[in-house]
């Protein structure tokens, strides 16, 4: 399944239960548009390292690596990568 | 709107008298109670309740409780009887270890520690926190549990969901065993309960939900922490108690309110939410406070995540169909 499938499916099942008809666009922010809280985004943190196989380092845990699909899945890329 | 860096400077004495008024209204006439109770931590909060209350009502109509349990910080109960001998009021002291270990409060936040760390056991001291760089860099919250073991040496974890509402939930109970205690005490005497959270607390949801959360009065909730101070100085609250940094008091390791939650110190704290809610523009703020306009935006992001997670704490009573 494609990275970005994959963690809208993730979001829809985990954090939209009351609205799974919820669009999200590729770059709103989860957090100001209230979709995750910051305990959502551990859990999706965890998510992604489970899935990905990658470490998500404290220093990491910025809006820019994680608070969007678009930038969820550049982060993801990037790590990956690396890893590779 | 005025700015400056005394912007929350108040007229003590009118402050006081005008607390005064409300909680003596709301206990005698409101209520139609007989006193009030006050849950003493050994803090500045609680202090100045007390001392509000006894102003208000008499010192012959304020009871005191001491709530310590095998975590509590010792010095929490050497000021508040400090407090309780200067105020001149009739005290309780209620042990709640035995309680917290029958509802298996310790048992089950060591078994979630223990899965984050299988070398933890109850010679380590805990404590978890927030990450101190909020104004320094964006970053997503994220709590870390901090281990030290008896020689001193300090291991941190970061938290997952698990972790983090697993350790929460099961030290929430320690508010919420005061609030039975002290709701104990108010009914056997005809009393109310006095609630101890200040402005910056409420604010950003700082306190348990039918914890410290459940009373029936909070007479400084309107207060930032900065006046808190500033009204305990007048009441002539005890030094230490005064100068003692403030702490939740919940872990076995000693934790500051800034570095389990607010990320910043009080003054810096009260200014910022004081600019946020009367939107005073981004430059003033950024002149008086010395900070650029991207570190105030980073602060009130934190403050509305923060408020966000806890627009049900607010809720007292249930919603109806």
Not at chain 2, 215 to 243: N, R, S
Request: proline residues 3%.
């Amino acid at each position: 399944m494609a990275i970005e499938e994959r963690l809208r499916t993730f979001i829809q099942n985990n954090f939209l239960l009351g609205d799974k008809n919820r669009a999200i666009k590729e770059d709103e922010s989860f957090l100001q548009s209230g979709i995750i809280d910051s305990t959502g985004v551990l859990e999706l943190v965890n998510f992604i390292e489970e899935t990905y196989k990658i470490k998500v380092e404290d220093e990491e845990l910025i809006p820019e690596n994680l608070d969007s699909i678009k930038n969820l899945i550049a982060y993801i890329q990037r790590k990956s990568a690396k890893t590779a | 709107m005025d700015f400056h860096k005394n912007i929350l400077d108040i007229n003590s004495e009118k402050e006081c008298e005008r607390i005064c008024e409300f909680i003596k209204e709301q206990v005698f006439t409101h209520f139609r109670r007989e006193g009030a109770v006050v849950g003493i931590s050994g803090g500045i909060d609680s202090a100045l309740t007390s001392a509000l209350s006894v102003r208000a009502l008499g010192k012959d109509k304020v009871l005191g409780v001491f709530l310590p349990e095998k975590e509590s910080n010792p010095i929490s109960l050497t000021y508040g009887e400090l407090l309780a001998k200067k105020l001149g009021i009739r005290t309780e002291k209620v042990d709640l270890t035995q309680a917290l270990e029958s509802l298996g409060c310790y048992k089950k936040r060591d078994e979630v520690i223990k899965k984050i760390s299988p070398a933890y056991d109850s010679s380590y001291k805990i404590k978890i926190g927030l990450p101190q760089d909020l104004l320094e860099r964006d970053r997503i919250n994220y709590f870390s549990l901090k281990m030290i073991n008896p020689k001193g040496e300090e291991k941190s974890f970061r938290l997952s969901k698990e972790g983090l509402l697993g350790i929460v939930a099961a030290t929430d109970m320690k508010q919420r065993s005061r609030m039975i205690q002290l709701y104990y005490y108010a009914e056997k005497y005809n009393y109310m309960v006095i609630g101890t959270t200040n402005l910056s607390e409420y604010a950003q949801g700082f306190y348990v939900k039918f914890g410290d959360g459940g009373v029936d009065l909070e007479p400084i909730a309107h207060l930032y922490k900065t006046q808190v101070y500033q009204l305990a100085k007048f009441l002539d609250i005890p030094e230490e108690i005064i100068k003692r940094v403030p702490s939740p008091d919940t872990f076995s390791a000693v934790v500051s309110d800034q570095e389990f939650f607010f990320c910043m110190p009080y003054d810096l704290l009260d200014l910022l939410l004081y600019a946020q809610e009367n939107k005073i523009p981004l430059s003033k703020v950024s002149q008086v406070l010395n900070l650029s306009e991207e570190q105030i935006t980073r602060a009130y992001r934190d403050f509305d995540q923060k408020r966000k997670a806890s627009i049900h704490l607010n809720q007292n009573a249930p919603n109806l169909l």
